[in-house]
């Protein structure tokens, strides 16, 4: 089943084959502001076409790119490293691994731009990024 985000205004599609293995909420200052569920994926995983010069990216260190379509404002997806392979939800290292930048990419789809989805049905995991990273 694949699932399409878009946002308000259709400039910027995506679509990525079905529902994510999980639906993360994170506290981080941007997150926090934008109010974006992301469901992650990887890259291979993901289709984003923009009309025109919709898309804009948004990255005050370099890492977290997150992107915003420049005419309506939605906050569609980001790229960033999986922060989850070295990091538990609640901002501690796993078991085995040394503090760090993860080299592996993902791709975050804001989930509340993907119309069809019913959100309350899906279990939401909280992210402790304001204090993690």
């Keep these: ?6 946002c308000h205004c259709g400039a910027i599609k995506i679509e990525v ?6 639906a993360k909420e994170c506290n981080c200052t ?3 502001r934008t109010g974006a569920v992301w469901g992650y994926y990887s890259p291979e995983e993901v289709r984003i076409t923009t009309a025109g ?7 005050p ?6 992107h915003f379509c420049g005419q309506c404002g939605g906050n569609t997806h ?8 070295l990091y538990n939800n609640d ?10 930048v993860p080299e592996r990419q993902i791709v975050g789809i804001n989930l509340r731009m993907v119309d069809e989805l019913d959100l309350p049905t899906l279990a ?4 402790d990024g304001r204090n993690s990273w």
């Design 1 to 6: 089943m694949t699932l399409t985000a878009s």
């Design 17 to 22: 084959p079905g529902l994510p293995a999980e």
């Design 30 to 32: 941007y997150c926090h």
């Design 53 to 59: 010069e919709a898309d804009r990216d948004y990255a």
């Design 61 to 66: 260190r370099g890492m977290n790119h997150h």
């Design 78 to 85: 980001g790229f960033t490293p999986d922060w989850a392979s």
């Design 91 to 100: 901002g501690t290292l796993k078991p085995g691994m040394t503090q760090g």
């Design 124 to 127: 939401i995991i909280k992210v």
